[in-house]
């Protein structure tokens, strides 16, 4: 198991926000987790990536109990992407070799593992560009460079194309699909659009006012054949679109 919650307690403003019994990620898992605005996908995402701490409960990494001694040894093997490229108003190479740098990779080696994810994105043309300009498309490439390039043994990536046209969002989700296939990176993927799911995974998690109320395939789910009411609500958009495709045939 290469990350573990177990019993585990996120309260805020005296209010529980997220409780999960026991959930595991297997070495090598993609998966996907969409619920409703408020439902706590974000506060799931920063548990797991242990950025957020939790009110109480155990989380593992590789078997072993995170502790706030292991902590950031741990999380220095994970990387995150959020909706919001947090992006540092230097070049567009900086901001990749900036993690790689944290973590005592520089000189040649730096160098040769930014271009690579740079020209593997398809953005080696904006190497010395400042991020300010770059269009919504293109800061999420970078962001994504920024990941990747560590090298992480998890990703972590919280509605990352939700600010992005329809086609970019498309282009972008195949390119990550491809990339998460290849690197065989354990990941994360918060979504609130069902249509999103399909590129990078069939394995989903329904989160639903603060806990995990379904985690199984994709394929049951647009099957129709889980009937909770958040899952109903949440397949209303496909549904709608499937009657316009219906409409204009
Ligand atoms: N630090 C905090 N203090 C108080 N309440 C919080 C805090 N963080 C989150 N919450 C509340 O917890 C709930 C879950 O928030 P969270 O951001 O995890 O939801 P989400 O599913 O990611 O929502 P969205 O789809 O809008 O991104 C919300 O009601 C939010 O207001
Ligand atoms: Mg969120």
Do not use: C
């Amino acid at each position: 198991m290469m990350l573990r919650l177990k019993d585990i307690l996120v309260v805020r403003d005296k209010k529980p926000i997220l409780r999960v019994n026991d959930l595991g990620l297997a070495q090598g898992e993609r998966l996907a987790v969409i619920g409703p605005n408020g439902a706590g996908k974000s506060t799931f995402l920063k548990v797991l990536a242990l950025l957020e701490q939790p009110t109480a409960g155990e989380i593992f990494f590789r078997g072993e109990r995170v502790t706030a001694k292991n902590l950031l040894a741990f999380r220095r093997r994970m990387a995150v992407v959020f909706q919001e490229p947090l992006l540092l108003n230097t070049t567009v190479f900086d901001n990749v070799a900036q993690g790689l740098k944290f973590r005592g990779v520089s000189g040649s080696e730096a160098e040769r593992r930014v271009d690579y994810w740079l020209d593997r994105l398809g953005i080696a043309e904006l190497r010395h560009r400042r991020p300010l300009h770059l269009s919504g498309g293109e800061a999420q490439r970078v962001s994504l460079a920024r990941a990747f390039v560590l090298e992480p043994e998890i990703i972590f990536l919280d509605e990352p194309f939700s600010a992005l046209d329809f086609p970019t969002r498309i282009d972008l989700l195949e390119e990550l699909g491809a990339l998460l296939a290849n690197t065989g990176a354990t990941a994360v993927f918060v979504t609130h659009d069902f249509n999103e799911i399909p590129h990078l995974t069939d394995n989903v998690a329904v989160i639903d006012r603060g806990q995990p109320v379904y985690k199984g395939a994709l394929k049951e789910i647009l099957a129709g054949k889980v009937t909770l009411p958040v899952v109903r609500h949440l397949l209303r958009p496909l549904q709608k679109s499937r009657q316009i495709n219906e409409y204009i045939k």
